[in-house]
């Protein structure tokens, strides 16, 4: 069976060493399409250690990257939220905004923040929405119901973490939570936890999920991805779900960097065509890169899925 995701030939399209400043990694891009180009938020790690939020666009959404360092979005290390850094962004279009969440470092550990824009030169920020322990969140483009819809990775003791929903009416206050994809069975792909990766695409079958399940070795984690589909007006129904992983560290630089053997999806694009998918992720916790698909062949691909485990 050919593979589900091509890698771009060009990969890495983003790198530390191309960087305009001196930086220590970059990596996990959220991903959207803008006044005809793709942008990039990019999670930039320092030589502190500490993550923001940096912009870089294309025409093409696989070469002639362009790095604009003035509309970047800066962790406010004076608040509490973010005081130890940004990181891990998605888009959603809702309306006439851009709505990113991402992860804010608090002393109190990872929780999820918002952030809103038109242009990607302003931001407003709009807080911490779920406390700590949480990560890899994004919103649904829209309405469910009446209400937003969130999914997000809380932590819970004893219990290895998976995909939650939440709704809200105002995007400040969210209730309602409940389970959506917990990691995979004992000795699966993604039995040690499973998160969200892009956010949710609405197609004609349902809401398409590519998320990273990780499974612990004896040499360490692996971070693969797999595929979902959610039912379209009922997000919590599960309706199928990938055996096996559909995209898996293979290339020198996916397994080796700061944190070797991943592959970390936080963005897609698709195309004017409806069907070419691409991916943007990031390498080993060092690099940005892209792999293209077919959204009719992954929907085809889960059409032989299993149901919710």
Not at 88 to 96: A, C, M, N, S
Not at 246 to 260: I, K, Q, Y
Request: charged letters at 20%.
């Amino acid at each position: 069976m050919s593979e589900l995701f091509t890698r771009y030939e060009g990969n890495p399209v983003l790198t530390a060493a191309g960087w305009p400043s001196r930086v220590n990694a970059v990596f996990n891009p959220a991903a959207v399409r803008h006044d005809g180009e793709t942008l990039l938020l990019v999670r930039v790690e320092d030589r502190t250690g500490t993550s923001h939020l940096a912009l870089a666009r294309s025409a093409d959404g696989l070469s002639g990257w362009r790095i604009e360092p003035e509309r970047a979005l800066l962790p406010d290390t004076g608040s509490e939220l973010e005081r130890h850094g940004i990181e891990d962004p998605r888009i959603t279009h809702v309306g006439d905004e851009y709505l990113v969440t991402y992860t804010g470092y608090s002393s109190g550990g990872p929780l999820i923040c918002l952030a809103a824009t038109r242009d990607f030169r302003a931001y407003e920020r709009r807080g911490a929405i779920l406390p700590p322990e949480n990560k890899d969140a994004a919103l649904f483009p829209e309405q469910i119901g009446g209400r937003f819809a969130i999914l997000h990775r809380p932590v819970a003791s004893g219990t290895p973490p998976g995909i939650w929903i939440g709704r809200s009416l105002d995007l400040a206050y969210w209730g309602d939570h409940e389970p959506v994809l917990p990691a995979g069975h004992a000795g699966a792909w993604d039995s040690s936890k499973v998160g969200l990766g892009p956010p949710p695409l609405p197609t004609a079958e349902g809401w398409l999920l590519l998320y990273h399940g990780v499974r612990e070795t004896a040499s360490g984690a692996i971070y693969r991805c797999g595929l979902a589909l959610l039912d379209r007006d009922h997000p919590e129904r599960v309706l199928a779900r990938s055996a096996s992983w559909a995209l898996a560290p293979e290339a020198a630089h996916e397994r080796v960097g700061d944190v070797g053997n991943v592959v970390f999806p936080c963005g897609w694009t698709l195309l004017e065509d409806g069907d070419t998918l691409h991916l943007y992720y990031g390498a080993a916790d060092s690099c940005v890169c892209v792999a293209t698909a077919s959204l009719g062949a992954l929907l085809a691909h889960l059409r032989g899925g299993t149901p919710s485990r």
